[in-house]
């Protein structure tokens, strides 16, 4: 199993790599929920090839810390084997949800 949220850990922390069902369950039974309450996805594209699939969706959740309501885009892509998923990539819009969870612009001008 090859398991891959792409964010900053730093801040998002159940963002990055997992390769053991232990570590995938801990993710959404514990990790997610620590940060955030997720009230609603909502899937706009889905492709599938063979053992390949793709989506384009808006994750909306309250996070925890602050109460503030917070919607972002993500995109997920699954390779299966046996029916079984062995590979997912996930892509937040990690700027925009990092700015909504501290409640303002990130300064990205150059110093």
């Known amino acids: 199993m090859d398991w891959l949220i792409i964010g900053p ?3 998002i922390h ?3 790599q997992r390769r053991t069902r232990a570590e995938v369950h801990d993710v959404f ?3 997610v929920p620590e940060v955030l309450d997720v009230t609603g996805y909502v899937q706009d594209y889905a492709l599938v090839d063979g053992d390949l699939a793709a989506a384009l969706g ?3 959740a309250t996070q925890r810390r602050t109460r503030r309501v917070i919607s972002f885009r993500l995109a997920n892509f699954i390779r299966f084997r046996d029916d079984k998923i062995i590979e997912y990539r ?3 819009d990690t700027l925009d949800a990092v700015e ?3 409640g ?3 300064d990205l001008s150059p110093e």
Request: hydrophobic share 50%; with cysteine; proline share 0%.
């Open 14 to 16: 159940f963002c990055g």
């Open 104 to 106: 303002r612009e990130v």
């Open 58 to 60: 808006r994750l909306t």
């Open 90 to 92: 996930s892509l937040i």
């Open 9 to 11: 850990v730093e801040f």
């Open 100 to 102: 909504q969870m501290i």
């Open 29 to 31: 039974a514990r990790l």
